[in-house]
Protein backbone atom coordinates (compact mmCIF):
# COMPACT_ATOMS: atom_id res chain seq x y z
CA UNK A 1 0.00 0.00 0.00
CA UNK A 2 3.12 1.98 0.29
CA UNK A 3 3.72 3.96 -3.29
CA UNK A 4 7.29 4.57 -2.12
CA UNK A 5 8.15 1.09 -2.19
CA UNK A 6 7.29 0.45 -5.60
CA UNK A 7 10.49 2.33 -6.76
CA UNK A 8 12.99 0.33 -5.72
CA UNK A 9 10.46 -3.16 -7.06
CA UNK A 10 10.44 -1.61 -10.58
CA UNK A 11 13.38 -0.20 -10.69
CA UNK A 12 15.25 -1.57 -14.49
CA UNK A 13 12.25 -3.43 -15.19
CA UNK A 14 11.22 -3.80 -18.96
CA UNK A 15 7.78 -5.65 -18.25
CA UNK A 16 5.74 -6.01 -14.73
CA UNK A 17 3.36 -8.76 -13.99
CA UNK A 18 1.26 -7.52 -11.79
CA UNK A 19 -0.13 -10.70 -10.49
CA UNK A 20 -4.01 -11.31 -8.58
CA UNK A 21 -4.72 -9.97 -5.18
CA UNK A 22 -6.17 -12.36 -2.39
CA UNK A 23 -9.28 -13.43 -2.57
CA UNK A 24 -11.81 -14.31 0.34
CA UNK A 25 -15.12 -16.03 0.14
CA UNK A 26 -16.24 -13.63 2.60
CA UNK A 27 -14.85 -10.18 1.60
CA UNK A 28 -15.18 -6.88 3.09
CA UNK A 29 -15.31 -3.60 2.09
CA UNK A 30 -11.08 -3.10 2.59
CA UNK A 31 -10.46 -5.30 -0.14
CA UNK A 32 -11.74 -1.97 -2.85
CA UNK A 33 -9.12 0.43 -1.82
CA UNK A 34 -6.68 -2.60 -1.26
CA UNK A 35 -6.79 -3.33 -5.00
CA UNK A 36 -7.14 -0.14 -6.11
CA UNK A 37 -4.34 1.72 -4.30
CA UNK A 38 -2.17 -1.11 -4.73
CA UNK A 39 -2.60 -1.26 -9.17
CA UNK A 40 -2.55 2.41 -8.74
CA UNK A 41 0.69 2.62 -7.09
CA UNK A 42 1.95 -0.01 -9.03
CA UNK A 43 1.26 2.06 -12.27
CA UNK A 44 2.68 5.18 -10.73
CA UNK A 45 5.83 3.91 -10.16
CA UNK A 46 6.04 2.21 -12.91
CA UNK A 47 5.34 5.68 -15.24
CA UNK A 48 8.47 7.30 -13.89
CA UNK A 49 10.98 4.25 -14.58
CA UNK A 50 11.70 5.13 -18.25
CA UNK A 51 12.60 1.64 -19.14
CA UNK A 52 9.01 0.06 -18.37
CA UNK A 53 8.20 -1.00 -22.26
CA UNK A 54 4.44 -3.05 -20.70
CA UNK A 55 2.82 -3.77 -17.98
CA UNK A 56 0.53 -6.91 -17.69
CA UNK A 57 -2.11 -6.87 -15.16
CA UNK A 58 -4.41 -9.59 -13.60
CA UNK A 59 -7.79 -8.72 -12.98
CA UNK A 60 -10.57 -11.67 -13.72
CA UNK A 61 -13.32 -13.10 -14.75
CA UNK A 62 -15.32 -10.98 -11.80
CA UNK A 63 -14.81 -8.24 -13.72
CA UNK A 64 -16.73 -8.90 -16.26
CA UNK A 65 -20.00 -11.19 -16.03
CA UNK A 66 -20.95 -10.23 -12.38
CA UNK A 67 -24.27 -7.88 -11.60
CA UNK A 68 -25.76 -9.04 -15.07
CA UNK A 69 -28.20 -12.23 -15.68
CA UNK A 70 -26.32 -15.02 -16.65
CA UNK A 71 -28.00 -16.39 -19.46
CA UNK A 72 -25.54 -15.51 -22.24
CA UNK A 73 -22.21 -15.95 -23.12
CA UNK A 74 -19.77 -12.81 -21.60
CA UNK A 75 -16.82 -11.66 -24.00
CA UNK A 76 -14.10 -9.01 -22.64
CA UNK A 77 -16.46 -6.18 -23.79
CA UNK A 78 -18.59 -6.10 -21.00
CA UNK A 79 -17.89 -5.24 -16.98
CA UNK A 80 -19.43 -6.11 -13.59
CA UNK A 81 -22.02 -3.56 -12.55
CA UNK A 82 -20.57 -2.37 -9.47
CA UNK A 83 -23.27 -0.41 -8.47
CA UNK A 84 -25.45 -3.63 -8.56
CA UNK A 85 -25.91 -4.27 -4.66
CA UNK A 86 -25.72 -7.54 -5.22
CA UNK A 87 -21.98 -7.45 -6.51
CA UNK A 88 -19.49 -8.74 -3.74
CA UNK A 89 -16.96 -6.49 -2.60
CA UNK A 90 -14.12 -9.22 -4.39
CA UNK A 91 -15.85 -8.45 -7.65
CA UNK A 92 -15.76 -4.83 -7.19
CA UNK A 93 -12.70 -4.65 -6.12
CA UNK A 94 -11.06 -6.24 -9.16
CA UNK A 95 -13.84 -4.20 -11.53
CA UNK A 96 -12.49 -0.85 -10.04
CA UNK A 97 -8.99 -1.85 -10.09
CA UNK A 98 -9.11 -3.28 -13.66
CA UNK A 99 -10.88 0.18 -14.51
CA UNK A 100 -8.59 2.45 -12.70
CA UNK A 101 -5.79 0.66 -14.59
CA UNK A 102 -7.38 1.90 -18.14
CA UNK A 103 -7.50 5.29 -16.77
CA UNK A 104 -4.41 5.59 -15.71
CA UNK A 105 -2.88 4.21 -18.98
CA UNK A 106 0.36 5.99 -19.55
CA UNK A 107 1.87 6.78 -22.92
CA UNK A 108 4.90 5.11 -21.46
CA UNK A 109 4.41 2.15 -21.60
CA UNK A 110 1.48 -0.44 -23.05
CA UNK A 111 -1.15 -2.07 -21.14
CA UNK A 112 -3.11 -5.66 -20.95
CA UNK A 113 -5.23 -7.04 -18.19
CA UNK A 114 -5.63 -10.51 -18.37
CA UNK A 115 -9.57 -11.98 -16.62
CA UNK A 116 -8.72 -15.96 -15.27
CA UNK A 117 -11.30 -17.80 -13.77
CA UNK A 118 -11.09 -20.61 -11.22
CA UNK A 119 -7.49 -21.81 -11.42
CA UNK A 120 -6.82 -25.15 -10.79
CA UNK A 121 -3.48 -27.38 -10.73
CA UNK A 122 -0.50 -28.20 -9.33
CA UNK A 123 1.22 -25.98 -6.70
CA UNK A 124 4.50 -23.75 -6.31
CA UNK A 125 3.49 -23.13 -2.56
CA UNK A 126 1.81 -23.89 0.82
CA UNK A 127 0.01 -21.13 0.44
CA UNK A 128 -3.97 -21.58 0.42
CA UNK A 129 -5.55 -19.28 -1.78
CA UNK A 130 -9.56 -19.79 -3.28
CA UNK A 131 -9.42 -22.53 -5.87
CA UNK A 132 -6.86 -24.84 -2.81
CA UNK A 133 -8.92 -24.18 -0.14
CA UNK A 134 -12.48 -25.68 -2.01
CA UNK A 135 -9.96 -28.23 -3.28
CA UNK A 136 -8.88 -29.17 -0.02
CA UNK A 137 -12.69 -28.80 1.51
CA UNK A 138 -13.67 -31.57 -1.73
CA UNK A 139 -10.71 -34.05 -0.32
CA UNK A 140 -10.77 -33.21 3.79
CA UNK A 141 -14.54 -34.17 4.45
CA UNK A 142 -15.26 -30.83 5.03
CA UNK A 143 -18.14 -30.67 2.94
CA UNK A 144 -20.70 -32.86 3.80
CA UNK A 145 -22.45 -31.97 0.78
CA UNK A 146 -22.84 -30.31 -2.43
CA UNK A 147 -24.41 -26.72 -3.89
CA UNK A 148 -25.79 -26.04 -7.19
CA UNK A 149 -23.38 -24.13 -8.10
CA UNK A 150 -20.84 -23.72 -11.45
CA UNK A 151 -16.75 -22.79 -12.04
CA UNK A 152 -15.82 -21.56 -15.11
CA UNK A 153 -12.15 -23.14 -14.77
CA UNK A 154 -8.42 -22.96 -16.22
CA UNK A 155 -5.19 -24.79 -15.52
CA UNK A 156 -2.42 -22.57 -13.61
CA UNK A 157 -0.34 -23.29 -16.28
CA UNK A 158 -2.19 -21.99 -19.33
CA UNK A 159 -2.95 -18.82 -16.61
CA UNK A 160 1.53 -18.75 -16.46
CA UNK A 161 1.63 -18.89 -19.90
CA UNK A 162 -0.68 -15.96 -20.61
CA UNK A 163 1.26 -13.45 -19.12
CA UNK A 164 4.38 -14.50 -20.77
CA UNK A 165 2.74 -14.39 -24.11
CA UNK A 166 0.93 -11.26 -23.61
CA UNK A 167 4.13 -9.93 -22.24
CA UNK A 168 6.01 -10.55 -25.18
CA UNK A 169 3.25 -9.97 -27.80
CA UNK A 170 2.39 -6.37 -29.05
CA UNK A 171 -0.43 -7.38 -30.17
CA UNK A 172 -2.30 -7.52 -27.21
CA UNK A 173 -1.06 -4.33 -26.04
CA UNK A 174 -4.32 -2.52 -24.98
CA UNK A 175 -5.97 -5.04 -25.01
CA UNK A 176 -8.08 -7.01 -22.15
CA UNK A 177 -8.51 -10.72 -22.42
CA UNK A 178 -10.48 -13.67 -21.05
CA UNK A 179 -8.19 -16.89 -19.74
CA UNK A 180 -10.55 -19.64 -19.17
CA UNK A 181 -11.47 -23.28 -20.55
CA UNK A 182 -15.67 -23.97 -21.98
CA UNK A 183 -17.27 -24.96 -20.70
CA UNK A 184 -17.22 -24.51 -17.01
CA UNK A 185 -18.01 -27.24 -14.30
CA UNK A 186 -20.43 -27.53 -11.55
CA UNK A 187 -19.89 -28.58 -7.90
CA UNK A 188 -21.12 -31.90 -8.80
CA UNK A 189 -18.43 -32.34 -11.65
CA UNK A 190 -15.94 -31.37 -9.80
CA UNK A 191 -16.75 -34.09 -7.21
CA UNK A 192 -17.03 -36.93 -10.14
CA UNK A 193 -13.47 -36.12 -10.97
CA UNK A 194 -12.09 -35.73 -7.39
CA UNK A 195 -13.93 -39.04 -6.57
CA UNK A 196 -13.69 -41.34 -9.50
CA UNK A 197 -9.58 -40.27 -8.62
CA UNK A 198 -9.69 -40.35 -4.95
CA UNK A 199 -12.37 -42.29 -3.41
CA UNK A 200 -10.48 -45.74 -4.02
CA UNK A 201 -7.83 -44.65 -2.12
CA UNK A 202 -9.61 -43.76 0.94
CA UNK A 203 -10.80 -39.95 0.46
CA UNK A 204 -14.77 -39.26 1.25
CA UNK A 205 -15.89 -36.83 -1.70
CA UNK A 206 -18.85 -35.84 -1.47
CA UNK A 207 -21.55 -36.66 -3.76
CA UNK A 208 -25.04 -35.32 -2.98
CA UNK A 209 -25.81 -32.06 -4.00
CA UNK A 210 -27.84 -30.21 -1.45
CA UNK A 211 -31.79 -28.52 -2.35
CA UNK A 212 -31.84 -24.98 -2.36
CA UNK A 213 -33.94 -24.72 0.52
CA UNK A 214 -31.63 -26.27 2.74
CA UNK A 215 -29.39 -23.94 1.39
CA UNK A 216 -30.98 -21.17 1.89
CA UNK A 217 -32.12 -21.92 5.26
CA UNK A 218 -28.12 -22.53 5.95
CA UNK A 219 -27.22 -19.03 4.76
CA UNK A 220 -28.74 -17.78 8.11
CA UNK A 221 -26.18 -19.05 10.08
CA UNK A 222 -22.81 -19.84 7.97
CA UNK A 223 -21.78 -16.62 5.91
CA UNK A 224 -20.34 -18.64 3.09
CA UNK A 225 -23.44 -20.16 2.38
CA UNK A 226 -24.83 -16.67 2.12
CA UNK A 227 -21.95 -15.55 0.02
CA UNK A 228 -22.94 -18.17 -2.79
CA UNK A 229 -26.57 -18.22 -2.43
CA UNK A 230 -27.23 -15.97 -5.14
CA UNK A 231 -24.80 -17.65 -7.60
CA UNK A 232 -27.21 -21.00 -6.95
CA UNK A 233 -27.97 -22.61 -10.39
CA UNK A 234 -26.59 -19.80 -12.36
CA UNK A 235 -23.80 -21.19 -15.54
CA UNK A 236 -20.36 -19.21 -16.29
CA UNK A 237 -19.90 -18.99 -19.85
CA UNK A 238 -17.37 -17.19 -21.19
CA UNK A 239 -15.79 -16.39 -25.04
CA UNK A 240 -12.71 -17.21 -24.90
CA UNK A 241 -11.91 -16.57 -28.50
CA UNK A 242 -9.79 -13.50 -28.45
CA UNK A 243 -7.08 -15.69 -25.66
CA UNK A 244 -6.49 -18.50 -28.58
CA UNK A 245 -6.44 -15.32 -31.78
CA UNK A 246 -4.10 -13.34 -29.39
CA UNK A 247 -2.10 -15.68 -27.46
CA UNK A 248 -2.08 -18.56 -29.51
CA UNK A 249 -3.39 -20.60 -26.37
CA UNK A 250 -5.40 -23.84 -26.78
CA UNK A 251 -6.54 -24.30 -23.27
CA UNK A 252 -5.87 -27.68 -21.33
CA UNK A 253 -8.38 -29.99 -19.69
CA UNK A 254 -9.12 -28.54 -16.28
CA UNK A 255 -10.33 -31.77 -15.10
CA UNK A 256 -6.92 -33.11 -15.17
CA UNK A 257 -5.21 -29.69 -13.32
CA UNK A 258 -8.04 -30.81 -10.81
CA UNK A 259 -6.35 -34.20 -10.04
CA UNK A 260 -3.11 -32.88 -10.21
CA UNK A 261 -3.68 -30.48 -7.84
CA UNK A 262 -5.33 -33.20 -5.34
CA UNK A 263 -2.11 -34.58 -5.59
CA UNK A 264 0.00 -32.15 -5.18
CA UNK A 265 -2.11 -30.86 -1.94
CA UNK A 266 -1.86 -34.33 -0.04
CA UNK A 267 2.22 -34.67 -1.07
CA UNK A 268 2.59 -31.30 0.55
CA UNK A 269 0.62 -32.40 3.63
CA UNK A 270 -2.58 -29.84 2.95
CA UNK A 271 -4.58 -33.01 2.83
CA UNK A 272 -3.81 -35.88 4.95
CA UNK A 273 -2.31 -38.77 3.76
CA UNK A 274 -5.18 -41.62 4.05
CA UNK A 275 -4.40 -45.27 4.58
CA UNK A 276 -5.43 -46.51 1.05
CA UNK A 277 -3.34 -43.89 -0.46
CA UNK A 278 -1.08 -45.02 -3.32
CA UNK A 279 1.00 -42.28 -3.83
CA UNK A 280 1.12 -40.23 -7.27
CA UNK A 281 1.30 -41.62 -10.68
CA UNK A 282 3.54 -41.74 -13.05
CA UNK A 283 1.80 -39.01 -15.25
CA UNK A 284 1.54 -36.83 -12.95
CA UNK A 285 5.27 -37.22 -10.94
CA UNK A 286 6.90 -34.46 -13.02
CA UNK A 287 4.84 -31.52 -11.68
CA UNK A 288 4.31 -33.10 -8.55
CA UNK A 289 7.31 -33.73 -7.46
CA UNK A 290 9.56 -30.98 -9.59
CA UNK A 291 7.74 -28.63 -7.58
CA UNK A 292 8.22 -29.63 -4.31
CA UNK A 293 11.65 -30.93 -4.78
CA UNK A 294 12.57 -27.40 -6.09
CA UNK A 295 11.87 -25.93 -2.61
CA UNK A 296 9.03 -23.23 -4.54
Known sequence: MNGECWKSAVSGCQYILHVASPFMIVPDASCVDI?????LNLLRAASKEYSVKKVVLTSSC???NEGHPQDKVFDETSWTDVTNP??????????????????????RFALTTLNPTFVVGPLLIDEEGASISLMRRFLNREMPAIPELNLACVDVRDVAKAH???MRRPETDGE???????PSFFFRDIAQVLGREFRPQGYWVPYYQVPYWVLWLYSFFDKEAAATLKRVGNI???DNSKAKRL????????????????YALIER????KRPGYKGVPEQYKPWIYTNINDGC
Open 86 to 107: DVDYYSRSKTLAEKAAWDFIHF
Open 62 to 64: TAV
Open 236 to 238: ARF
Open 35 to 39: AVTGT
Open 269 to 272: GIVK
Open 247 to 262: LGLEFSDPAKAMVEMG
Open 164 to 166: VEA
Open 176 to 182: RILITSQ
